[in-house]
């Protein structure tokens, strides 16, 4: 986050002021992920209500929907986007490595970058039933053709790693801070 102009700070617990954004790292099992924000669930829904950016990456991205079926039952998301996060029906997983994805027009935080851009991808999981209004990039694994990019409003989510992702990623992550920045 430094080569794009921010000053990160990782936390425990979610301050009520003092930062200018949130980033919903991507890395672990949804349940484990779970376990950690859901004492933090009513502040980072109440910030995000008042208007502060967030931006989820992989698993990150997955805790936005409403629940995920590597979670345990009753583990809800933080519902920040319609659908549900479900494992891919391919044949090898997980799905790793570089992937263009195909960028649809009209997203903030893709904005500049090309179209089949590669991005670098660590999943089983992702996005399924989701709305098409909220979904700004695909990408294709094993001919299968899933959503990578959601944006709604102040919140944003990436399937793949941007922070991997040389200097379309750091594209993507400029674009966010310039939106904090607003």
Known sequence: MRKVGAVPKIVSNIPDHGFDGIIIPGVGSYSGAFRKIDEEKSIIKRLVEEGYPILGICLGLQLMFKWSEEGNPGEEGLGFFKGVVRKLPV????????????????STILEGL????????????????????????FSNYDNYRFPVVFEKKNIFGTQFHPEKSWSPGLKILGNFVNYCRR
């Open 91 to 106: 044949k090898r997983l997980p799905h790793i490595g570089w992937n263009n994805i195909e960028v649809i027009d009209g």
């Open 114 to 137: 090309e179209n089949n851009c590669r991005m670098y991808f660590v999943h089983s999981y992702a996005p399924a039933d989701y709305d098409p209004n909220e979904a700004f990039a």
